[in-house]
């Protein structure tokens, strides 16, 4: 079962399934423009520490005007905070804000070398995403998605028609980011079967020059962070729709008791409850495991559209 091959053991795979062709391979000096599809609060800050740290120009993609105006103001934001707390010049900041392009259309990708798509996380959509990519960036463009739990293989095999071809999906990895990705170093590396090393390489190599350490996971439900942040999430939810606690001592006794920055449910409505509970289906679905289950509560809130900071409502308001 593909899903649970580690790398190394997809490596010692018969020759005829691994996969090393590959058309990308460059170093990170060689990505002279990042792609950016998604400008909500993960993209935008993909694109900001790109503009910032790897001091690349970056087109930065939303279908939706509003959302990459709201994506654009609070990066205007985070340059003037960062400014005001020294942490960078106002020089830098005005040469990061230069980097960013902004647009609407997603056929402006045509000169990227890498590109990093963090669309909600939605399979079909992600899916239709990375056949146009397929087509609208160049060949020897990588193409990586920043996705919680959707297989990369699932991912890579949307971008050709013929699974003999690979000239597409080998270039296809996962650069999973964490939330704020301003703040946290670290950077989950995921390839699906297809990919080649010469992408996972330069995958890292583009993680490094954003001042990330990457760390490299199998194609497995959830990856190593999820597969482990979540569960802790949804059994905090749990364990409030069933009484063991109320949403106060359920934080604090995380908080105060492991020394973490804010306890789950906050936690959770940071990250959005409706990714929340998109990674568990993905968790409960691809084991087959009941232990994987969502949280009711969980669901429902998001049937609210109660779905944490970003909607004004989660555990908390805002
Ligand atoms: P979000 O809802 O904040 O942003 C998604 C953005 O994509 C929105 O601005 C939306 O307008 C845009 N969009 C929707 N359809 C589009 C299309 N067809 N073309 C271009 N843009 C489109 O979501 P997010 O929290 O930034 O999550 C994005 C991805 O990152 C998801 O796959 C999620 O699982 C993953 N992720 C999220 C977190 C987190 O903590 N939120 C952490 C790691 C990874």
Redesign the pocket.
């Known amino acids: 079962m593909i899903w649970a091959l580690s790398r190394q053991q997809a490596l010692r795979l018969p020759s005829q399934l691994r996969c090393f062709s590959s058309a990308a391979s460059r170093s990170a000096a060689e990505v002279k423009r990042l792609g950016v ?7 935008l800050g993909i694109a900001l520490v790109a503009a910032l740290k790897a001091k690349v120009p970056v087109t930065l ?4 005007p509003q ?1 990459l105006e709201r ?1 654009l103001s609070f990066a205007g934001k985070l340059l003037a905070k960062d400014v005001s707390k020294s942490r960078i010049t106002q020089e830098e900041a005005d040469e990061a804000w230069s980097r960013l392009t902004p647009t609407n259309l ?1 056929e402006e990708l045509g000169d990227v070398d890498f590109v990093i798509e ?4 939605i399979p079909q ?1 992600k899916f239709d ?1 990375f056949a146009k990519l397929a087509d609208v960036c160049p060949p020897h463009a990588i193409l990586a998605t ?3 739990s959707i297989p990369i293989t699932r991912i890579a095999a949307a971008t050709t028609s013929d699974p003999k071809d690979l000239s597409n999906s080998s270039r296809v990895v996962s650069t ?4 704020p990705v301003p703040v946290q170093k670290g950077v989950e590396i995921i390839s699906g079967l297809q990919t080649s090393q010469e992408t996972v390489d330069t995958a890292i190599a583009f993680c490094k020059a954003m001042g990330k350490i990457p760390s490299v996971s199998a194609d497995s439900p959830g990856f190593l962070a999820n597969r482990i942040l979540m569960p802790y999430i949804n059994e905090a939810v749990v364990c409030l729709e069933t009484g063991v606690g109320d949403r106060d001592a359920i934080d604090a006794i995380m908080k105060n008791g492991t020394n973490v920055p804010m306890g789950p449910l906050q936690l959770a409505d ?3 409850l409706d ?1 929340c509970l ?1 990674i568990m289906k993905v968790l409960h679905t691809e084991t087959g495991d009941s232990k994987y289950r969502p949280s009711v509560l969980l669901s429902k809130m998001v049937d609210a559209g109660w779905l944490g900071k ?1 909607s004004g409502k989660g555990f908390y308001d805002y």
């Open positions: 599809v998604g400008a909500g609060q993960m993209g993609v939303d279908s939706s959302s994506g997603i963090a669309v909600p996380e959509l995403i920043n996705t919680s999973h980011f964490m939330n940071f990250i959005g990714t998109a970003k």
